[in-house]
Every structure is written in structure tokens, then in C-alpha cells.
């Protein structure tokens, strides 16, 4: 009599859970989801012996008192370490934590392809890139009477929204450019600077925190998507852009630059808002530019499709099995 094999229990660890509606619950929720096909899973804000086979967890420094028990009570048992860009650009420079979760982890993914190169040499060769996924859908019309742009993001210091404020109230002249942002308050000298900057700007709206699918619906309904964070290891708002045909500026960072690629036309120096109210402005009143960053992104946008990284992330659990045998 044939047995169905069981299916491998995965947990993954993610210390932001839905109330936080942030990139890193963003991609465990999606893998859980993804991984569901053939493995058992579930998204938990901290390991404390819950029985699995492979732990998946996100954050090498929030999640790294999980990773350190998990090793130390099955040291036999994949344990999988994604890096955030926190972890990538700042933590594992100076954080033991961040450092010991990277030496613990059997496996190491990074979200984009620029990431590799920020791990020290030695730890290379056990990382990986898997690519966030997102559903595409379709572009708006192209800017009729004004452009609409859209920045995307909880107000804290690596996502830097004090360049988008300079460069807004440098464009405070184009009634044709309308710019919303949407985020909570991470650090409240940022939301201080957002209202000085409205009463300056009158095409510039600050709609506060949205939930996703609102925020996602707005992505799609802009022209233009600008990011000018100075850390990401890889921003859901850029890949959520490319699947809209919604055109991205960004800043000039590795989290980008890996996922729109380095000839991206849309890329600026991080901190310059002149450059960035220039890109704007052109985006603006250049249709072929608006039409080449669309294109660009699109080129990129098989990178960021659903089966691609559902492939991945079964051939990361696999191979984190065969490689390591479970105890029971």
C-alpha cells in the first residue's frame, strides 16, 4: 500500500506580522502561500519550539534570539536567513547578532541581485537570490492634464521622503504635477516636515497609511512611482511599479539598482532632489522618457512574476532537505 509522503513543516519567522503591512510581512505571508503546494507552513513572530523541519526566518538581527535557539536545538535542521536591507547595508557591518544569525544559517536569500555582493566573501556560496513576487496589471493612460506620482512608504530615515519634500517644493510651480504619499509615521520630525511641506505645496497630499490592496490600486492608477530611499534590500513598491506599468525614479541604491538594473534611465543620486525634480519634470513633459521607463520596466518584470518565485522557493526547500536530514 502506497503512503502519501508527508509534507515538510516550514515555519517562517517574521518579527513585522500583518498589522504592520510592511515588506517583510509582505514576503512571508506570500511565501507561506507559495510554499503551501507541498509543505505545510506558517508565518510566526518568534520560534519558542514549535515542532518543523526547516525554519525560514526574515531579519538577521530582529529574528536572530529565533535563529539562535532553533540551530542550538536542531542543529541537524535547515535553518534559512533572508536578508532585509537593514541587514545588508547596516546591521551585519557592526551587529554580533546579525553577524552570528549569518554563521548560523545554513542557507542565506537576498531579494535582489545586487545583494550578494554586500555578504562577506567566505558566506557567498550558501546565498541565494529569489526574487519578490507580484501579480501584474494593467498601466493607466498616460498624463493627460497633470502627471500623477505616487511615493510609497512609512516615514522613518532610510526611506528618506526629505528629498521628495525638497524636490516637490521646488516643482511648486507646475500645476501639472500632482504628488501623493502614503505611509505612516515612523519618526515623528519626518511627519513634521510632510506638513510644513503641504503648506507649501499645494499638489502634494499626504494620505497617510492605506491598506495594501488601496495602496497597490493607487500604484497602478499613477504614472510615476518614486523611491528615494537611502537602505532597501529590495522595495515591494518598486517590483508592485513594474508589474503596473507605472514608470519608477528611485534612488541610486544596491536595493534598486538590483531590481530595476543599472541602466535604469530613472535612477538619481540618493539625496539629490534637484536631480529628482528634473526627472520628474521631464517624466512630465517628455512622453517618449515616460514611455522608455515603462519599457525599461518591463523588461524587468519577468524577474518579479509569481511562478518565478514560487520555482525558487521550492528548489530552496528541497535542497535545504536533501542537504540536511531531519531528526525526529
Keep these: 500500500m502506497n503512503r502519501t509522503p508527508r509534507q515538510p513543516v516550514v515555519l517562517i519567522v517574521s518579527p513585522a506580522l500583518a498589522a504592520a503591512n510592511n515588506g517583510n510581512w509582505q514576503t512571508a505571508s506570500r511565501w507561506a502561500r507559495l510554499l503551501r503546494s507541498s509543505c505545510r507552513t506558517e508565518v510566526i513572530g518568534a520560534w519558542s519550539g514549535q515542532p518543523c523541519d526547516v525554519l ?60 550578494l555582493a554586500a555578504l562577506p566573501a567566505p558566506l557567498r556560496d550558501k546565498a541565494c537570490v529569489i526574487y519578490p513576487s507580484v501579480t501584474p496589471r494593467q498601466p493607466a493612460p ?15 530615515a532610510e526611506k528618506d521622503p526629505l528629498t521628495l519634500l525638497r524636490a516637490a517644493t521646488r516643482l511648486v510651480h507646475r500645476q501639472d504635477i500632482r504628488i501623493d504619499l502614503i505611509g505612516s509615521v515612523l519618526e515623528p520630525a519626518l511627519a ?17 497609511p492605506r491598506p495594501h490592496a488601496q495602496t497597490r490600486a493607487r500604484i497602478q492608477r499613477a504614472h510615476v512611482l518614486i523611491n528615494s530611499s537611502v537602505m532597501e534590500g529590495g522595495a515591494h513598491v518598486v517590483m508592485e511599479a513594474v508589474q503596473s506599468g507605472t514608470a519608477v525614479l528611485a534612488s541610486r541604491i544596491d536595493g534598486n539598482v538590483g531590481l530595476l538594473g543599472a541602466a535604469h534611465d530613472g535612477l538619481f543620486a540618493p539625496g539629490d532632489d534637484a536631480q529628482l525634480a528634473g526627472l520628474i519634470e521631464r517624466t512630465r513633459d517628455d512622453a517618449a522618457f515616460l514611455a522608455r521607463l515603462r519599457s525599461q520596466g518591463a523588461g524587468r518584470s519577468a524577474l518579479f512574476e509569481p511562478a518565478a518565485e514560487q520555482r525558487a522557493l521550492h528548489q530552496l526547500i528541497t535542497t535545504a532537505l536533501a542537504e540536511h536530514t531531519p531528526q525526529h
Excluded: K, M, N
Design 56 to 115: 525560514i526566518a526574515l531579519h538577521a538581527r530582529r529574528s536572530a534570539a529565533s535563529v539562535e535557539a532553533f540551530t542550538a536545538a536542531h542543529p541537524t535542521r535547515p535553518c534559512i536567513v533572508v536578508l532585509t536591507g537593514t541587514d545588508l547595508y547596516r546591521d551585519i557591518l557592526t551587529d554580533a547578532t546579525a553577524q552570528a544569525s549569518l554563521q548560523l544559517a545554513t542557507r542565506l536569500v537576498v531579494l535582489q541581485e545586487q545583494g
Design 142 to 156: 498616460p498624463p493627460q492634464r497633470a502627471l500623477h506620482a505616487v511615493w510609497v512608504g512609512h516615514l522613518r
Design 192 to 208: 513634521d516636515a510632510v506638513q510644513g511641506a503641504l503648506r507649501d505645496v499645494p499638489r502634494l497630499r499626504w494620505l497617510g
